[in-house]
């Protein structure tokens, strides 16, 4: 069975940068396609991007396109997601997902416990 870990959230001011992980254990990452999504109070969890298990396709949240980045190292059994130009409305806790490559939520089937973003004005 496949474990993920998130890390790398936390509180910065708008327009500062983090780079979030994805450590998978248990199983090879390189068998699978990462997404990341977030979810903020109140509301549905949101994609924000996905990588396919060699990198070779990518997409992002139109929102976040131009300012987030993604990415994998399969040697090191890593996702990224390095988001730069944080703004208020990318608060939320974010997850990251194994699966089939997807944008919805149901094409994923391992999930971590999510990381914490919160971005203040």
């Known amino acids: 069975q496949m474990q993920l870990v998130e890390s790398g959230g936390g509180f910065v001011q708008a327009g500062e940068s983090l780079r979030l992980s994805c450590a998978a254990s248990?199983?090879?990452?390189?068998?699978?396609?990462v997404g990341w999504f977030r979810q903020a109070p109140g509301k549905a969890r949101e994609f924000v991007a996905a990588i396919t298990w060699n990198g070779g396709s990518r997409r992002l949240l139109d929102s976040v396109n131009g300012r987030f980045t993604i990415s994998r190292d399969n040697a090191k059994n890593t996702v990224y997601l390095q988001m730069d130009s944080l703004q208020p409305g990318d608060t939320a806790v974010y997850y990251c997902a194994a699966g089939s490559w997807g944008v919805h939520a149901r094409e994923y089937d391992v999930w971590g416990q999510g990381t914490q973003v919160t971005v203040s004005s």
């Open positions: 248990g199983r090879n990452l390189r068998d699978y396609a």
